[in-house]
């Protein structure tokens, strides 16, 4: 239930925070974007990597990492990499944005796919989903769209994560198969962290700041 659950009150949470304070700290939000992409790699290095090693072949679990990295590279042509905090929201929209709703609709399907099987994980998705829910809230709320469509566009980004969950843990799929998309996530979540921990200041240097929240961030997932 909280691999279903937990998702949801990311998104909420990181939709009130916009509600409730319109006026955001870009300083905080790199930060907290920073901390997301370390403990979203902490986790996924510590919990799901050497699970999928210890039931698939190595060079095929290779394959299917490599083939989630250009998957998500793909997905991000067509979303403008909201998926690590890239999104322009300085720029009102009046046309709905259909290639960000099903980019960022189908890295959410998937990034729910292993949480059944990895509670730690859970928490890891929280953390990354906060920023991101936030940033495309202040996006729609901003844009020019009708208010039935940001509350579309929000309830199915909402929901998309849970239904990864709910049908990674409810079908009758081989173990393998499960193992196999689970690698997939694994090199989504490789590309997001990575892009997000280097790109999360504008100059790409790393502050003190910066190097304390991302120690800390690997240092809470290990103990967790």
């Not at 990597?49 to 083939?67: A, C, R, T």
């Amino acid at each position: 239930m909280i691999s279903f659950l937990a998702p949801i009150f990311a998104v909420i949470f990181g939709v009130l925070i916009v509600l409730l304070h319109s006026k955001s700290n870009p300083l905080n939000r790199r930060l907290c974007l920073a901390f997301s992409g370390a403990f979203l790699l902490s986790t996924t290095i510590f919990e799901l990597l050497p699970e999928v090693y210890s039931h698939l072949d190595p060079k095929q679990i290779g394959v299917f990492i490599m083939g989630g990295i250009l998957l998500q590279i793909i997905l991000e042509f067509y979303s403008k990499g909201a998926e690590h905090g890239h999104l322009d929201t300085n720029e009102p929209k009046s046309i709905f944005p259909w290639l960000l709703f099903m980019s960022l609709g189908i890295h959410a399907f998937f990034e729910g796919f292993p949480l059944r099987e990895h509670k730690n994980l859970i928490l890891g998705v929280v953390i990354h989903k906060i920023p991101i829910a936030i940033l495309i809230a202040t996006y729609l709320l901003k844009s020019k769209l009708d208010k039935s469509k940001v509350i579309l566009f929000i309830l199915v980004f909402t929901i998309m994560t849970p239904l990864g969950s709910l049908i990674g843990g409810s079908l009758n799929i081989s173990f393998k198969i499960i193992q196999s998309v689970n690698a997939i996530v694994i090199g989504m979540f490789f590309h997001i962290s990575t892009i997000i921990l280097f790109e999360s200041r504008e100059d790409h240097n790393f502050n003190i700041n910066k190097i304390l929240i991302v120690i800390s961030a690997v240092v809470l997932a290990y103990i967790i």
